[in-house]
Nanobody, 116 residues
Framework: QVQLAESGGGLVQAGGSLRLSCAAS????????MAWYRRAPGKEREFVAQ???????NYAEFVKGRFTISRNNARNTVSLQMNSLRPEDTAVYYC??????????WGQGTQVTVSS
């Protein structure tokens, strides 16, 4: 059974940095796509960033220039380096990975709180 486990969340002051990590277990082979989403209090879950096995990345406009996604295909891990954090970045961050259109997996989430 595939499981995704996030780590690295916490409390940080505005302008600070955090690095989130996500490790996949229970699977052989890499994921076609790995991504991060977030859900802020009272809001819908939204896309943050994604990275394909080729290394191509995409970002939501509100994190461009501040967040960087990276992955290690051999270890099936994905990370999100978050710099210049803002109070509006406060949310639960979820790791997402899929091998194809059907095999899609989610982590349990990790809380990120940015104080002003």
């Amino acid at each position: 059974q595939v499981q995704l486990a996030e780590s690295g969340g916490g409390l940080v002051q505005a302008g600070g940095s955090l690095r989130l990590s996500c490790a996949a277990s229970g699977t052989a082979g890499s994921f076609a796509r790995m991504a991060w989403y977030r859900r802020a209090p009272g809001k819908e879950r939204e896309f943050v960033a994604q990275i394909f096995s080729s290394g191509i990345t995409n970002y939501a406009e509100f994190v461009k220039g501040r967040f960087t996604i990276s992955r290690n295909n051999a270890r099936n891990t994905v990370s999100l380096q978050m710099n210049s954090l803002r109070p509006e970045d406060t949310a639960v961050y979820y790791c997402n990975a899929n091998k194809n259109a059907v095999q899609i997996y989610w982590g349990q989430g990790t809380q990120v709180t940015v104080s002003s």
